[in-house]
């Protein structure tokens, strides 16, 4: 049977909502209205996502999430007038001392290393190599052999005025990123000192590192659940459900944020990226009426999520988080983040590439 060049009257091939004929073998116009709108939506989700992506990390060797304890058991002879602590279960150490009272401490080669005068002016002396080495977890800037430099310049700068110093002392962590194997039953690694001068008179801080049991794995199944309350929610309040999971988030990330001193600190990238998820849920709620623009905003924000909580994922298998320590809250809040977005950004990409209803044939 012969086909004609156009298809005049039939309604399964005119051109949606016009009564013009179009060419045979030509894209109905539904369907070429289905395909733009996708590729906005494409577009749109991805932009989203750049925008919301967590951010890096910007600060050098911040304190991590780990299963590691460091802790001060003594200082003698006792003083109150020095506070010595550890920071980020064994990543930093920190002394701080009260005005009017001094602190000198050498380094790992006995050479010049910290001087903390009585009006809290904190100096340190950049050419010793305990400093160069104290700038990261593992050493990096140490000589191949270990030794020390053979230099005995000094190079004293103000490192800051509030008589508190907090720096990487590779004595009281473990110097491997692989797990260290205890030596008794209590989880003891090694014992460490610390030696320094407080107002003129010596003084040793002993302490020991410990290696914990890791969380179990099961904390993730607390994801399950969250991923059908976020499918079943969605349907008709998915920016609400963001909201929440969005808050949670921040919430977890200020704590872990906030909880360090600034030198300790990571990029706040859950705290922000919370924040933001907070923000686009408003905005969603806004453009109610634009619903593949909402779902595009949901989607480009459960997939943040996600990676953001693939990225911290260290905060649920590890026993101590950074700002937080032993935080049970924090095992449970990142994988109910995690079903949450996964199940709330499922239902709103399969609104936003659902097929669109066909022509009925005549």
């Given at each position: 049977m012969e086909v004609s060049v156009r298809l005049v009257?039939?309604?399964?091939?005119?051109?949606?909502?016009?009564?013009?004929?179009?060419?045979?073998?030509?894209?109905?116009?539904?369907?070429?209205?289905?395909?733009?709108?996708?590729?906005?939506?494409?577009?749109?989700?991805?932009?989203?996502?750049?925008?919301?992506?967590?951010?890096?990390?910007?600060?050098?060797?911040?304190a991590r999430p780990g299963n590691t304890e460091s802790v001060v058991e003594?200082?003698?002879?006792?003083?109150?007038?020095?506070?010595?602590?550890?920071?980020?279960?064994?990543?930093?150490?920190?002394?701080?001392?009260?005005?009017?009272?001094?602190?000198?401490?050498?380094?790992?080669?006995?050479?010049?290393?910290?001087?903390?005068?009585?009006d809290g002016t904190v100096v340190v002396n950049e050419s010793s190599d305990t400093?160069?080495?104290?700038?990261?977890?593992?050493?990096?800037?140490?000589?191949?052999d270990g030794s020390a430099s053979k230099t005995?310049?000094?190079?004293?700068?103000?490192?800051?005025?509030?008589?508190?110093?907090?720096?990487?002392?590779?004595?009281?962590?473990?110097?491997?990123?692989?797990a260290p194997q205890p030596i008794d039953d209590r989880g003891l690694v090694q014992r460490w000192t610390i030696?320094?001068?407080?107002?003129?008179?010596?003084?040793?801080?002993?302490?020991?590192?410990?290696?914990?049991?890791a969380p179990g794995s099961w904390w993730w199944l607390l994801a399950v659940p969250a991923v059908t309350v976020g499918f079943v929610l969605s349907r008709r309040a998915a920016p609400g459900t963001f909201a929440g999971a969005g808050a949670l988030f921040a919430v977890n990330g200020a704590f872990m944020y906030w909880g360090l001193p600034s030198e300790a600190r990571t990029a706040p990238g859950m705290l922000a990226l919370g924040l933001l998820v907070v923000i686009v849920s408003v905005v969603a709620v806004i453009l109610r009426q634009h619903r593949e623009i909402v779902d595009a905003l949901v989607t480009s924000a459960a997939v943040a999520?996600?990676?953001?909580?693939?990225?911290?994922?260290?905060?649920?298998?590890n026993r101590f988080v950074p700002g937080l320590g032993d935080c049970v809250v924090v095992r449970l809040v990142v994988p109910i983040v995690a079903g949450l977005?996964?199940?709330?950004?499922?239902?709103?990409?399969?609104?936003?590439?659902?097929?669109?209803?066909?022509?009925?044939?005549?």
């Open positions: 009257g039939s309604a399964a091939f005119k051109a949606v909502g016009t009564s013009e004929p179009r060419p045979a073998g030509s894209i109905p116009v539904h369907l070429r209205q289905f395909v733009s709108r996708r590729v906005q939506a494409l577009v749109a989700c991805t932009l989203g996502f750049l925008i919301l992506a967590p951010p890096a990390g910007v600060f050098a060797d911040a003594s200082v003698e002879p006792s003083s109150d007038v020095v506070r010595v602590d550890i920071v980020g279960g064994d990543a930093f150490v920190r002394v701080r001392v009260g005005r009017g009272h001094t602190l000198e401490m050498s380094g790992y080669y006995d050479e010049p290393f910290v001087r903390i005068a009585d400093f160069r080495t104290s700038k990261s977890r593992y050493g990096s800037g140490t000589k191949p005995n310049d000094e190079s004293w700068v103000v490192a800051a005025r509030n008589g508190t110093y907090l720096w990487h002392d590779h004595r009281v962590h473990w110097m491997s990123p692989a030696p320094m001068t407080i107002d003129g008179r010596a003084t040793l801080v002993s302490g020991s590192l410990y290696q914990r049991d999520l996600l990676v953001a909580v693939v990225i911290d994922r260290g905060t649920v298998t977005a996964l199940g709330t950004g499922a239902r709103a990409l399969r609104r936003l590439f659902a097929k669109p209803v066909s022509i009925a044939s005549v």
